[in-house]
């Protein structure tokens, strides 16, 4: 063995089922993969069977409202509306300061959680725009350690907020990097077609990528979704564009949903749920029975669409609770959609890894030689455990250099005459 590389991990398991897997690190790349590798790491890691991954990657975020839950008050109502309401309270009182050191506390749980890069909307309703500085000022702080990627999201309406045009194409000069929208928020269905007309333009004369909130609602009729198919159809921007949430989907009529879908395929739009924000937000105005409000996502991806879950939030005004784990997220889409099947549940494993991965247009993402040695090391030996269990990130890495560490779950029973330990790893 006289081959030396800077580190190699030893008997890992890999999300597409290779088991007894070594991995070699050098200048931060995956520079070998297979069984036995006769290398020597300067560091050797023994992953023990473990699953080796591809790190965690959130498509959809607020990294502006992120730990501001119960300023200035808790959303009563639990109610999207009064959400956007509350929020509308506390953008007054933001101060640059505390948006950095919220968003910044965010980043460390999420690289704890092997959480490696996010997508966040950043609302530019504010004429201040502070909210768009403290982001940027975040993405250059964390660049050497999480891919931040932003989207200038008028979260009042970019028609119905009389700046947010404005303030949307200042926020797209100072470099925010996709253009978002929300057009169930406009006053008309008329105007919520327009602004994904103009929104898609807009992106298209940039050469940016589109992320709107669409159809985020229970009500059957709304179709936005259906508009921005057809806007990237005619715009030539198929494969760059994301419509996040879709939750009218669910309430839609089947024979529409079945000329939808393919429409949606042929535009080449991804779609992004929010498992754990729309089984909480949606159905609120249903007595019983009460709809699970979440997008079609087994029908969109038996369609060929690329479908991600994302994170949404976490304690903000739309949502209590949350600690930046995709595990989390993927665990609660797997229940709403009723994902039980073994391919199923390793597709709820992709929705939090590969899929947004691509969404995002990250590269040099995956565990495959030449690409970028960002890894996360589970306690699980496989996605389907690591989803059941949310297991710990044992190493979390990147460009080859450890992140974070945690030890295994472990618990010690103190009951006589009984194994002093419970492995929850076992499975049968
Ligand atoms: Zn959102």
Same mark, same amino acid.
């Not at 959400?83 to 505390?98: F, S």
């Not at 993405?139 to 999480?146: K, W």
């Not at 549940?345 to 947004?356: D, G, L």
């Not at 029973?413 to 009984?418: A, F």
């Given at each position: 063995?006289? !081959?030396?590389?800077?580190?190699?991990?030893?008997?890992?398991?890999?999300?597409?089922?290779?088991?007894s897997v070594?991995?070699?690190?050098?200048?931060?790349?995956?520079?070998?993969l297979?069984p036995?590798?006769?290398?020597?790491g300067?560091?050797?890691?023994?992953?023990?069977?473990?699953?080796?991954?591809?790190?965690f990657v959130?498509?959809?975020?607020?990294?502006?409202?992120?730990?501001s839950?119960?300023?200035?008050?808790?959303n009563?109502?639990?109610? *999207?509306?009064e959400?956007?309401? *509350?929020?509308?309270?506390?953008?007054?009182?933001?101060?640059?300061?505390?948006?950095?050191d919220?968003?910044?506390?965010?980043?460390?749980?999420?690289?704890?959680r092997?959480?490696?890069?996010?997508?966040?909307h950043?609302d530019?309703?504010d004429?201040r725009?502070?909210?768009v %500085?403290?982001?940027?000022?975040v993405?250059?702080?964390?660049?050497?350690?999480?891919d931040?990627?932003? !989207?200038?999201?008028?979260?009042d309406?970019?028609?119905?907020?009389p700046t947010? *045009?404005a303030?949307?194409r200042r926020?797209?000069?100072?470099? !925010?990097d996709v253009?978002?929208?929300?057009?169930?928020f406009?006053?008309?269905?008329?105007?919520?077609?327009?602004?994904?007309?103009?929104l898609c333009?807009?992106a298209?004369?940039r050469?940016?990528?589109?992320?709107?909130h669409?159809?985020?609602s229970d009500?059957?009729l709304?179709?936005?979704?259906?508009t921005?198919?057809y806007e990237?159809q005619?715009?030539?921007?198929?494969g760059?564009v994301?419509g996040?949430?879709?939750t009218?989907?669910?309430s839609?009529?089947?024979?529409?949903?079945s000329?939808?879908?393919p429409?949606?395929? %042929?535009?080449?739009?991804?779609a992004?749920?929010?498992?754990?924000?729309?089984?909480?937000?949606?159905?609120?105005?249903?007595?019983y029975p009460?709809?699970?409000g979440?997008?079609?996502?087994? %029908?969109?991806?038996?369609?060929?669409?690329?479908v991600?879950f994302g994170h949404?939030?976490?304690q903000?005004?739309?949502?209590?609770?949350g600690?930046?784990?995709m595990?989390?997220?993927?665990?609660?889409?797997l229940? !709403?959609?009723q994902?039980?099947?073994q391919d199923?549940?390793?597709?709820?494993?992709?929705?939090?890894?590969?899929?947004?991965?691509?969404i995002?247009?990250?590269q040099?993402y995956?565990v495959?030689v030449?690409?970028y040695?960002d890894?996360?090391l589970?306690?699980?030996?496989?996605p389907v455990?690591a989803?059941?269990l949310?297991?710990a990130?044992?190493?979390?890495?990147r460009?080859?250099?450890?992140l974070?560490?945690?030890?295994?779950?472990?618990?010690r029973?103190?009951?006589?005459?009984?194994p002093?330990?419970?492995?929850f790893r076992?499975?049968?």
């Open positions: 063995m006289d !081959v030396s590389v800077d580190t190699v991990i030893r008997n890992a398991s890999l999300a597409d089922g290779q088991r070594d991995v070699a690190i050098a200048a931060g790349r995956i520079t070998a297979g036995a590798l006769p290398l020597r300067a560091q050797e890691i023994d992953a023990q069977g473990d699953l080796l991954s591809a790190p959130d498509a959809h975020f607020h990294m502006d409202a992120t730990l839950y119960g300023l200035p008050r808790v009563a109502s639990g109610t *999207l509306l959400g956007i309401a *509350l929020w509308a309270e506390l953008k007054p009182q933001l101060t640059q300061q505390a948006l950095v919220r968003a910044l506390q965010y980043c460390d749980w999420a690289v704890a092997g959480l490696l890069a996010i997508r966040s950043v530019v309703c004429d725009l502070l909210a %500085e403290a982001l940027l000022e993405q250059r702080q964390v660049a050497p350690y999480l931040l990627q932003l !989207v200038a999201f008028p979260q309406g970019v028609l119905r907020s947010a *045009l303030n949307l926020a797209l000069d100072m470099g !925010v253009v978002g929208g929300i057009p169930h406009e006053r008309t269905m008329a105007d919520g077609a327009a602004s994904v007309r103009l333009e807009l298209a004369e050469g940016l990528m589109v992320d709107m669409c159809d985020e009500d059957p709304s179709r936005h979704i259906e921005l198919a990237t005619r715009l030539g921007l198929q760059r994301a996040s949430h879709l009218s989907m669910h839609m009529d089947n024979y529409y949903v000329k939808l879908l429409l949606i395929r %042929e535009a080449g739009v991804a992004i749920a929010n498992p754990l924000i729309n089984i909480t937000l949606q159905g609120r105005h249903d007595s009460k709809r699970r979440m997008t079609r996502v087994p %029908e969109l991806l038996a369609a060929g669409i690329e991600a949404d939030c976490v903000d005004p739309w949502y209590s609770l600690s930046g784990d595990l989390e997220v993927a665990h609660m889409g229940h !709403v959609a994902m039980t099947g199923a549940m390793r597709a709820c494993y992709q929705a939090v890894t590969s899929n947004p991965a691509r995002l247009g990250l040099g995956g495959a030449g690409n040695a890894l996360v589970l306690d699980a030996p496989d455990a989803i059941r949310r297991a990130r044992r190493l979390v890495m460009r080859g250099k450890v974070a560490e945690a030890p295994r779950a472990v618990s029973l103190h009951i006589d005459g009984r002093a330990q419970v492995d076992l499975q049968r």
